[in-house]
């Protein structure tokens, strides 16, 4: 893309405005550091443009509270004191499983993805946001909790002007295909090979 110009201009009737304004399915995946925090900005850009954010966090778990979480409910605020920017509402898929998998059984963490899944259908159906964060919402498709065709299949067909983003490691490739922004994070180093743990600022 030369100076933001598209290398390719598509034969398909619309004007440079009606492309321009498509919603878009976009996809964060690969082992690099990064994906959700890329996820986060365009959020926060977002918000700055007005739009209506829906994040929902699929594997972190609900015990935790990340950074992002605190900025982004607090310019929520800022949206219901002043106007400014747009609504902001954040959940928590699950009740604090995690990469361990605690709290539960298999069973109760795949109901509870499902349950996940079919309240973003419902709010995708009525067209509630006008960004959905799906973070970490790879591995339910991963772990065959939320079934992938149907999560294509819904995305294709969500009616009116709704971007999505999703994230995680290993995206299935029919959601990469039926994608419209596919970025893949390669790790080239991270602290944690020279033995370094995460930290504040920095992880969280």
């Keep these: ?96 499983w995690s990469w361990s998998r605690k709290g539960g059984s298999e069973d109760d963490h795949a109901a509870a993805a499902a349950e996940g899944w079919a309240e973003i259908k419902r709010r995708l159906a009525a067209g509630t946001h006008d960004l959905y964060l799906l973070d970490e919402f790879t591995y339910p498709m991963k772990w065959g909790w939320v079934d992938v065709d149907d999560v294509v299949a819904t995305l294709r067909d969500r009616p009116g002007h709704q971007h999505v983003v999703i994230t995680g490691r290993d995206a299935d490739e029919r959601l990469v295909e039926s994608a419209d922004l596919v970025t893949h994070m390669t790790k080239v180093k991270h602290p944690m090979d020279a033995g370094q743990k995460g930290q504040k600022g920095i992880e969280w």
């Excluded at 990064?34 to 015990?63: E, H, M, P």
Aim: aromatic share 8%; proline share 5%; net charge positive.
């Design 1 to 96: 893309m030369p100076q933001g110009q598209p290398t390719t201009v598509p034969d398909d009737g619309l004007t440079t405005r009606q492309r321009r304004n498509q919603p878009l399915v976009m996809v964060h995946t690969g082992e690099g550091k990064g994906k959700s925090t890329a996820a986060f900005g365009l959020a926060l850009r977002g918000w700055n443009q007005g739009f209506d954010i829906g994040v929902f966090q699929f594997v972190k778990s609900a015990k935790w509270r990340i950074g992002e979480q605190t900025v982004l409910e607090r310019l929520g605020e800022l949206h219901a004191e002043t106007g400014e920017g747009g609504p902001v509402s954040w959940h928590k898929m699950g009740s604090g």
